[in-house]
């Protein structure tokens, strides 16, 4: 049973990583809309200061200090806004870390703790947001990335996160559906973004990591979240290059494994040296209230995104951008062939 989702002046929000990046956009752009907020982060300080600028603006905010890796914490959460606000009407689990460096040299244990938020964190929210939205309806939405569908080298780690959210959340909308359980479920799969991405991501490599391009403003997939939070909306994909890069990979499995293989390793090393293994946001906040990374060039819009948000222009897209995949592949294809020959 779909349930009937509320206009956002007039729903309650939660929102998880609200400090940074994605989170902080989305969290000034429903306060704007008339939303009311229970904001969760790791940082006190950062949460204090966001919920005083949304109540100055004239927005209702309370926050709850946070680790999503925590399942008690994230109960805490739910209990807040119940306490406060009488219950949620959407959950929004955004909190992320990312780690940069070739699988076989990442500890075991960093990657149980970017496991913890990236993977558990989602679990835990989700979980507990459904006790309630059973019950009440509403709406869950998971941000994921399009590196789920598609890892990339030297940040395998957090692929293997994002394909394990989006397994999750497949899972869980159509256990849901089969209940007809009032709950709907959406998986927001950004690109390579420009917010602080890299500084809070631990680092092994011995220079400073990058997102790859093209990258795109935080902007864009706040954007994206608040239209799930109101519409039925299974899944969107932000930024042409992340659905590219998916379709590729389904497309030409292994044309895909060289080309990335070849060009994401280079594209993700920055120009600055490196010393010693950066532990980075994995097991405290970073510097928070930032929305940007600072990279030079960024695109305001994603195109594609805009257009999911409308079918008949969503299926143009689609058939456009496989098109155009499907003949780079065969092109290169035919050209490996050649080469081959000679």
């Given at each position: 049973?779909?349930?009937?989702?509320?206009?956002?002046?007039?729903?309650?929000?939660?929102?998880?990583?609200?400090?940074?990046?994605?989170?902080?956009?989305?969290?000034?752009?429903?306060?704007?809309?008339?939303?009311?907020?229970?904001?969760?982060?790791?940082?006190?300080?950062?949460?204090?200061?966001?919920?005083?600028?949304?109540?100055?603006?004239?927005?209702?905010?309370?926050?709850?200090?946070?680790?999503?890796?925590?399942?008690?914490?994230?109960?805490?959460?739910?209990?807040?806004?119940?306490?406060?606000?009488?219950?949620?009407?959407?959950?929004?689990?955004?909190?992320?870390?990312?780690?940069?460096?070739?699988?076989?040299?990442?500890?075991?244990?960093?990657?149980?703790?970017?496991?913890?938020?990236?993977?558990?964190?989602?679990?835990?929210?989700?979980?507990?947001?459904?006790?309630?939205?059973?019950?009440?309806?509403?709406?869950?939405?998971?941000?994921?990335?399009?590196?789920?569908?598609?890892?990339?080298?030297?940040?395998?780690?957090?692929?293997?996160?994002?394909?394990?959210?989006?397994?999750?959340?497949?899972?869980?909308?159509?256990?849901?559906?089969?209940?007809?359980?009032?709950?709907?479920?959406?998986?927001?799969?950004?690109?390579?973004?420009?917010?602080?991405?890299?500084?809070?991501?631990?680092n092994y490599l011995d220079v400073e990591p990058r997102n790859p391009p093209p990258?795109?403003?935080?902007?864009?997939?706040?954007?994206?979240?608040?239209?799930?939070?109101?519409?039925?909306?299974?899944?969107?994909?932000?930024?042409?290059?992340?659905?590219?890069?998916?379709?590729?990979?389904?497309?030409?499995?292994?044309?895909s494994d060289k080309i990335m293989g070849t060009i994401m390793p280079r594209l993700?090393?920055?120009?600055?040296?490196?010393?010693?293994?950066?532990?980075?946001?994995?097991?405290?906040?970073?510097?928070?209230?930032?929305?940007?990374?600072?990279?030079?060039?960024?695109?305001?819009?994603?195109?594609?995104?805009?257009?999911?948000?409308?079918?008949?222009?969503?299926?143009?897209?689609?058939?456009?951008?496989?098109?155009?995949?499907?003949?780079?592949?065969?092109?290169?294809?035919?050209?490996?062939?050649?080469?081959?020959?000679?």
């Open positions: 049973m779909k349930p009937t989702l509320k206009p956002l002046r007039r729903q309650v929000i939660v929102l998880t990583g609200a400090t940074s990046g994605i989170g902080l956009v989305t969290a000034r752009m429903a306060a704007k809309a008339g939303a009311k907020l229970v904001l969760a982060a790791r940082n006190e300080e950062a949460l204090e200061r966001l919920t005083d600028e949304l109540q100055w603006a004239g927005g209702e905010a309370v926050y709850v200090v946070a680790d999503v890796g925590r399942e008690d914490d994230v109960r805490r959460i739910a209990e807040r806004a119940i306490e406060h606000f009488g219950g949620f009407d959407t959950w929004i689990n955004d909190a992320g870390v990312s780690i940069f460096g070739k699988v076989e040299d990442v500890s075991v244990e960093d990657q149980k703790r970017l496991f913890d938020t990236n993977y558990w964190g989602v679990v835990y929210g989700s979980r507990i947001a459904c006790e309630h939205l059973r019950q009440h309806g509403g709406k869950l939405i998971n941000v994921g990335s399009a590196l789920s569908d598609r890892a990339i080298p030297l940040q395998g780690v957090y692929s293997a996160s994002k394909a394990a959210v989006m397994g999750f959340t497949d899972a869980l909308r159509m256990e849901l559906e089969q209940d007809d359980a009032p709950v709907s479920v959406t998986l927001i799969k950004p690109g390579a973004i420009d917010s602080p991405y890299k500084e809070h991501a631990g990258l795109y403003a935080p902007d864009t997939v706040a954007k994206a979240i608040l239209h799930a939070a109101e519409h039925h909306v299974r899944d969107v994909v932000v930024g042409a290059g992340g659905k590219m890069i998916g379709v590729l990979g389904n497309i030409a499995p292994r044309l993700q090393r920055g120009d600055r040296t490196e010393l010693g293994v950066r532990k980075g946001a994995l097991y405290r906040p970073g510097e928070d209230l930032h929305e940007r990374g600072g990279y030079p060039v960024t695109f305001q819009r994603s195109l594609y995104s805009m257009a999911a948000r409308h079918k008949l222009l969503t299926t143009a897209a689609v058939a456009g951008g496989a098109a155009l995949v499907y003949g780079m592949a065969k092109s290169r294809s035919r050209f490996g062939a050649r080469a081959l020959s000679r």
